[in-house]
């Protein structure tokens, strides 16, 4: 898979920081447990009206070994992948 992935930051927990580019790409949103609650979602929605849009959690989770985050940013990249492709951004 050839291409380029952006992680877009919420920043320090404040939704004005959010760039208007990042605004109408979001997509997907970090959990470190699927199912839980999102501080970044949480930041995101107080600059971003995301009625009718779809967004999909990944999996965020650190570990103590090195391998656990290359996974997750590994199933994550390819997911996102797979957003784009299907014309979600």
């Known amino acids: ?3 380029k992935h952006y992680d877009i930051s919420a920043g320090p927990r404040d939704p004005e920081y959010i760039t208007i580019k990042a605004k109408k790409c979001i997509i997907a949103y ?21 009625t009718g849009r779809r967004i999909e959690e990944l ?3 650190m570990g103590p070994h090195p ?13 996102t992948a797979t957003m784009v492709t299907d014309n979600r951004c």
Do not use: F, Y
Request: charged content about 30%.
């Open 30 to 50: 970090p959990v470190r447990a699927l199912g839980e609650k999102s501080t970044a979602l949480n930041i995101v929605k107080g600059a971003v009206d995301l």
């Open 67 to 79: 391998s656990v985050m290359e996974s997750n940013c590994r199933d994550a990249t390819e997911k």
């Open 59 to 61: 999996l965020s989770k």
């Open 1 to 3: 898979m050839a291409g």
